[in-house]
């Protein structure tokens, strides 16, 4: 049984920083695509950044790139967010995804006060 559990998210002020993790079961982080999703109030659910099963490599939205960086623990089945000089407009529910199946965690509130 797949199952992806979110946690790290929380109330923080402008600046400031959080780490996002994605425990994961069911399958293999290491050999699937990993990505985080944010959705905001109102509006579509975005891809802020993921991370490749061959090479590691990584992708950022334009908008957190140089302040969020995205990295996977084999060794825990999990992947991380680590969010850095946080802005109000991060604000939203993260989600984690994974390929295997397309399936989605339940996701996790992040809000940046400014």
């Known amino acids: 049984q797949v199952n992806l559990v979110e946690s790290g998210g929380g109330l923080v002020q402008a600046g400031g920083s959080l780490r996002l993790s994605c425990a994961a079961s069911?399958?293999?982080?290491?050999?699937?695509?990993m990505s985080w999703y944010r959705q905001a109030p109102g509006k579509e659910r975005e891809l802020v950044a993921f991370?490749?099963?061959?090479?590691?490599?990584?992708n950022y939205a334009e908008s957190v790139k140089g302040r969020f960086t995205i990295s996977r623990d084999n060794a825990k089945n999990t992947v991380h967010l680590e969010m850095n000089s946080l802005k109000p407009e991060d604000t939203a529910v993260y989600y984690c995804?994974?390929?295997?199946?397309?399936?989605w965690g339940q996701g996790t509130q992040v809000t940046v006060s400014s």
């Open positions: 991370i490749t099963s061959v090479g590691d490599s990584t």
């Open positions: 069911g399958f293999t982080v290491s050999t699937y695509r």
């Open positions: 995804k994974t390929n295997y199946r397309n399936y």
